[in-house]
């Protein structure tokens, strides 16, 4: 099992910045890829960004150049740093993991940017 808690969610202005965090803990070994999904109201869950075990990221067109996906091996953590954000960026947050042909999600964390 491999447990994800998430933090760094909240409220901020149009063309702000936060950071989220994905702590990973439990059987983390052989996890092939972290990512980053969201769900907006009334739509549907999306990849906002992932990054592979090798470092390997990619990002859904809407954040290019916007959001950094990376990652601390060392504290088994990934981020998400999100910058000049949009109202149409509001959403839940949902870390997630790959292991074995099984997705691992964090609880979600509400992102909200006002106009």
């Known amino acids: 099992q491999v447990q994800l808690v998430e933090s760094g969610g909240g409220l901020v202005q149009a063309g702000g910045s936060l950071r989220l965090s994905c702590a990973a803990s439990?059987?983390?070994?052989?996890?092939?890829?972290m990512g980053w999904y969201r769900q907006g109201p009334g739509k549907p869950r999306e990849l906002v960004a992932g990054?592979?075990?090798?470092?390997?990221?990619n990002y859904a067109d809407s954040v290019k150049g916007r959001f950094a996906i990376s990652r601390d091996n060392a504290k088994n953590t990934v981020y998400l740093q999100m910058n000049s954000l949009k109202p149409e960026d509001t959403a839940v947050y949902y870390c997630?993991?790959?292991?074995?042909?099984?997705?691992?999600w964090g609880q979600g964390s509400q992102v909200t940017v006002s106009s």
């Open positions: 997630n993991a790959l292991k074995s042909w099984t997705d691992y």
């Open positions: 439990g059987n983390i070994a052989s996890i092939t890829m």
């Open positions: 990054i592979t075990s090798g470092g390997r990221t």
